[in-house]
């Protein structure tokens, strides 16, 4: 079973816009991470957001995390169309890093 | 660092065969993951190894389902008697303790 929920499930935006995602899950966690898929690929490892952290950038992500809310969602600033792709949180939540439990996915299209 | 690699890209049979998957993690990684996903749906966990031990399974995998690491480096993943519910992208990643999980284009099957 799925553990977090993206949202929306799909997004389309023009370049230059920003892009919001949501993510909410349901048990406690160690840390939260985002990772990007393109069409036919595997995932790419965005961000880690820790349970003891709140907010944390890189480059043009920035990502929050509510833990009373149970939610993080990931801002992708000025969109580009390279950024069209799908994008998952997943939640680790031994801490281990053994399992990672991913949402269904937020695809995100990026209009030139 | 050549990244994960996985054999063969696209798999197409018939229902009943049997079905085996490689996988070849990052050299230095000693984590080995395997992950099945299906359209429009996030990654599943299946199974987990550190080195050649798989500590962790997922309900998931069922009695056709078999995964090996042998010597601890490359990964197979069997599935024998396969059936059209075993249509999905199969998904390897790889890791060292502490650092995020690195994923391999995966292996689309599609069962007739």
């Known amino acids: 079973s799925q553990q977090g929920e993206e949202d929306p499930q799909a997004l389309s935006i023009q370049e230059g816009e920003n892009a919001t995602m949501n993510c909410s899950y349901k048990?406690?966690?160690?840390?939260l991470q985002w990772y990007r898929q393109n069409s036919g690929r595997g995932l790419v490892h965005l961000i880690l957001?820790?349970?003891?952290?709140r907010e944390k950038h890189s480059g043009r992500l920035r990502v929050t995390l509510d833990t009373s809310k149970k939610s993080s969602s990931l801002l992708i600033t000025a969109s580009r169309a390279a950024d069209t792709a799908s994008y998952f949180c997943?939640?680790?939540?031994?801490?281990?890093?053994?399992?990672?439990?991913f949402g269904s996915g937020t695809q995100l299209t990026v209009l030139p | 660092d050549t990244g994960v690699s996985q054999d063969p890209r696209h798999k197409i049979t018939k229902r009943g065969q049997n079905v085996t998957f490689r996988c070849d993690p990052i050299?230095?990684?000693?984590?080995l993951y395997w992950y099945r996903q299906t359209l429009g749906q996030g990654p599943e966990f299946l199974t987990y190894?550190?080195?050649?031990?798989?500590?962790?399974k997922s309900r998931l995998l069922s009695d056709r389902f078999s995964a090996e690491r042998p010597k601890g480096s490359f990964s197979t993943l069997e599935i024998q008697r396969t059936e059209q519910g075993d249509s999905a992208m199969y998904l390897c990643?790889?890791?060292?303790?502490?650092?995020?999980?690195?994923f391999g284009d995966g292996t689309r099957l599609s069962i007739l």
């Open positions: 957001i820790r349970s003891n952290e």
């Open positions: 048990t406690s966690i160690n840390n």
């Open positions: 050299s230095e990684h000693n984590r």
């Open positions: 190894f550190q080195n050649e031990a798989q500590l962790e």
């Open positions: 990643a790889s890791s060292s303790p502490g650092s995020a999980q690195h």
């Open positions: 997943a939640t680790d939540l031994s801490g281990s890093a053994r399992q990672l439990t």
